[in-house]
């Protein structure tokens, strides 16, 4: 089955920049959409972004839009997301995750993704 492995999460200054890498364990992902969520300690997981399988279409949650991006190389298997002006209310475990359809209706909608990875940490904090 498909796996997925976040990486590049850490500490990092206000104002600073991260790009996190979700890293698909086969090919067949990029038959998936591909989103990222978040959480923070005592707080609901928030949906942040979406790419589709095509690649084409992207979303984003009013809280990063215009500070965040997300991309994907298919050859490698891999979806990024690029943090930037980052604050610390983006402090939280940051998860991507694979929905079957390839489309990111319900972008966040946490059941509507049957694939997910363990998460990795982002702080933002001077």
């Known amino acids: 089955q498909l796996q997925l492995v976040e990486s590049g999460g850490g500490l990092v200054q206000p104002g600073g920049s991260l790009r996190l890498t979700c890293a698909a364990s086969e090919s067949t992902e990029g038959s998936y959409a591909v989103g990222w969520f978040r959480q923070a300690p005592g707080k609901e997981r928030e949906g942040v972004s979406c790419i589709s399988s095509s690649g084409i279409s992207t979303r984003f949650a009013d809280s990063v839009k215009g500070r965040f991006t997300i991309s994907r190389d298919k050859a490698n298997n891999r979806v990024y997301l690029q943090m930037n002006s980052l604050k610390p209310e983006d402090t939280a475990v940051y998860y991507c995750?694979?929905?079957?359809?390839?489309?990111?209706?319900?972008?966040?909608?946490?059941?509507?993704?049957?694939?997910w990875g363990l998460g990795t940490q982002v702080s933002v904090s001077s």
């Open positions: 995750a694979a929905k079957s359809n390839g489309l990111c209706s319900d972008y966040n909608v946490p059941f509507s993704y049957g694939i």
